[in-house]
């Protein structure tokens, strides 16, 4: 049987293995020019080799997606159907769509669909799914922090699912949700200091012992440093889905649960669930009955 450190050894070599290849992969239009165009006949298929081992998504009816079933038996979207009473015909905002599974799904569950993503290659692959699919889905390139915060759209619905927890300034994005929406669904994982504590991995990720507070009003939110890793690496690095900053505060579920209250809104359905990245909530939360949508809030 291979010792631990064995393991660790031949999962090192597999990533260099494969960010090498992705580095020759984007390097070869570089030094040889004509292969910027296909010689191959257009099909759906190299479109999606463009991207090939990079995919994390299945990608159903296709072969050499990855191996998330983002597309079909990832439950979130249709969970957040059920609580939120049905979408057919509701404006959804989707944040950080990755590979546009759940937008697809969202859209097969009747919404129209606005998805914000940052990252220009994952963006890209959004683009790719859009043409294989024949998505309605509006994808936007850019920042949707920015966005939320400067924006006066107003949609039905926020779809946050795997972004709280890549905010340096968790608690202002969920306050900016509330100010674009009714009802907000997240999927994020969350801060629990006995469960990190206990698990090696996790206590490396939370080492800096670094922590912010966000205020609104008199209420202060309290958020823990997770470092990530970043850089130029994750250039290369198949399958990297994590956001922009090497540093991002995790909020604890009660600070989750303390923002929408002081936003006004109540949370309806919730479900709580732990993965070897730690603990993780799933929730809908809805705006109560006679609150307005406030235009700022204290801060
Ligand atoms: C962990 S993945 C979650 C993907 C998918 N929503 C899910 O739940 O499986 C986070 C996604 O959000 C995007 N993202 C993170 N921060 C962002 C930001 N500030 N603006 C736009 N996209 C961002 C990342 O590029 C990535 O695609």
């Not at 998504?57 to 072969?63: D, E, Y």
């Not at 990245?277 to 809805?286: C, E, N, Q, R, Y």
């Amino acid at each position: 049987m291979r010792t631990s450190r064995e393991e660790v050894g031949v999962g090192v070599v597999m990533k260099a293995v494969q960010i090498a290849k992705t580095f020759v992969r984007r390097a070869r239009p570089l030094l040889f020019p004509k292969m910027l165009y296909s010689a191959d006949s257009p099909a759906d298929e190299n479109a999606l080799s463009l991207y090939e081992g990079e995919w994390t998504s299945k990608l159903p009816g296709f072969s050499g997606g990855g191996q998330a079933d983002l597309f079909g038996e990832d439950e979130r979207p249709r969970w957040m159907a059920q609580a939120a009473g049905g979408i057919s015909g509701k404006h959804v905002l989707e944040l950080g769509p990755l590979e546009g599974g759940h937008s697809f799904q969202l859209e097969q569950l009747g919404a129209s669909v606005t998805a914000i993503e940052g990252n220009s290659l994952a963006f890209q692959r959004c683009l790719i799914v859009k043409n294989l699919y024949d998505l309605r889905t509006k994808f936007l390139h850019g920042d949707f922090v920015e966005y939320l915060r400067t924006t006066d759209e107003r949609f039905d619905i926020v779809f946050a699912s795997g972004v709280l927890y890549h905010m340096r300034a968790p608690v202002k994005v969920i306050l900016d949700l509330c100010r674009l929406a009714d009802q907000v669904f997240v999927w994020s994982q969350y801060f629990d200091e006995k469960i990190v504590q206990a698990d090696p991995k996790l206590r490396r990720s939370f080492a800096s012992g670094r922590t912010q507070i966000e205020s609104i009003g008199e209420v202060q939110i309290c958020g823990h440093e997770r470092r990530y890793n970043s850089g130029w690496l994750t250039y290369f690095q198949p399958g990297f889905c994590g956001g922009p900053d090497q540093s991002t505060y995790w909020l604890t579920l009660d600070g989750v649960r303390q923002c929408f209250d002081a936003a006004g809104f109540e949370i309806t359905d919730q479900k709580i669930g732990i993965s070897a990245h730690g603990p993780h909530v799933t929730l809908m939360a809805k705006r109560r009955n006679g609150t307005a949508a406030s235009s700022s809030f204290p801060s």
